[in-house]
């Protein structure tokens, strides 16, 4: 009779597990979105679109939500290169995850531009 309890005992916990280790492991997913474009500013300021963007928001302890956008033959009359922020700009960066001041672009002087936002959710 114990060998059965037993027997039964590690199947409920066995069972336990495997109910919960979907949803342990719907919490810790990141959901990644490829090319859905984002703007960004070209070297003299002015808005143009993204050739490629990445987005990444994860739903683990860290509650971090990332967007980079690259752009590339972008007007830059500077001649050299040129850093965007948010104390330089008073942009807000828009994410899946949500708005943030924590941002930098960076446009080269041959036109490269690559933006990368960071949120912070939690």
Do not use: Y
Not at 5 to 17: D, E, K, P, Q, R
Not at 34 to 50: E, K, Y
Not at 56 to 72: E, F, I, Q, R
């Amino acid at each position: 009779m114990k060998s059965v309890l037993a027997s039964f005992a590690i199947l409920l916990a066995v069972g336990a597990i495997t109910l919960v280790a979907p949803s342990l492991a719907n919490a810790e997913a990141a959901v990644v979105v490829t090319d859905a474009g984002c703007g960004m500013l070209d070297g003299d300021g002015n808005f143009v679109a993204s050739e490629s963007s990445l987005s990444v928001t994860t739903n683990s302890a860290n509650c971090n939500g990332t967007l980079t956008c690259k752009a590339k033959g972008v007007t830059n009359t500077a001649g050299t290169t040129v850093k965007f922020n948010f104390a330089s700009t008073d942009l807000l960066c828009s994410t899946p995850a949500g708005l943030t001041e924590q941002w930098q672009e960076v446009v080269t002087k041959s036109g490269q531009a690559s933006l990368v936002c960071h949120v912070n959710m939690c």
